[in-house]
Every structure is written in C-alpha cells, then in structure tokens.
C-alpha cells in the first residue's frame, strides 16, 4: 500500500505578489510568461512536462466554451504523468505547494485542473 504524502496545493498567477506562505513555487506552464524575469519570479522549479501538451492548449486556446472538455484531456494526460506528479510532492516536502500560471482567466486554466488532480489523487 502506497501512503499519500500530506500537501497543500494551491494556485496563483505568477504576477501576483510574492509571499511567505508560498512554500514551494513551481511554474506550470510550457511557455515562459511575458514580462517576468527569472530573479523575479523566484521559482522552485519550471515544470513543462506537467503542463497540457501543446497540441491540447492550442485546441483549448483559452475558450471557456471548450473548458469542461478540456479538463478531461488534460486530466486524461496527467494520469499518464503519475511519476513526475509524484515527484513534485516529493520536492514540495511538506510545504505548501504554489502552482503558478500566467493565464488571464483565474476561472478557466490548467492550473485548475491540475490542483484538482494533485487533491484527488496525492
């Protein structure tokens, strides 16, 4: 029996400020976000792997319209990433762990998606 490893996953744009209370800052998305430094953003980790494929974001390209579908895909492409999933929370140690985006849309992004995933299944 594998024991779940206790993390507290939230998400926030990466423009937002800076805190304490972010613990472990890992960057979810495949492209780097416009306008923010790499000393600024002050990232634990850049994770493309994690982040929807490339032909899946082009398709969503930020439609709500397409949002319930794609949360599916992309749940469907997660399950295939148990091991880097895994992985992070290895790395979060404990600490809370912040998945960064750079999406516009605080309702309809894959950083959603993905916080759900981590919640349901680590």
Do not use: C
């Not at 304490?20 to 792997?49: C, H, M, N, Q």
């Amino acid at each position: 029996m594998v024991q779940k490893k206790s993390v507290s996953v939230q998400i926030k744009r990466i423009y937002e400020n800076i805190s304490d209370e972010d613990g472990y800052r890992i960057l979810v998305d495949r492209l780097w976000p416009r306008g923010i430094s790499k000393e600024t953003a002050r990232l634990d980790e850049w994770s493309k792997e994690i982040a929807p494929s490339t032909i899946l974001r082009k398709w969503f390209n930020h439609d709500p319209e397409k949002f319930a579908e794609f949360s599916n895909r992309y749940a469907d492409e997660l399950t295939e990433k148990h091991s880097e999933l895994q992985q992070l929370i290895n790395r979060a140690d404990g600490r809370q762990l912040t998945l960064l985006y750079a999406a516009r849309d605080n309702k309809h992004n894959h950083a959603i998606v993905l916080k759900h995933f981590l919640d349901e299944h680590f």
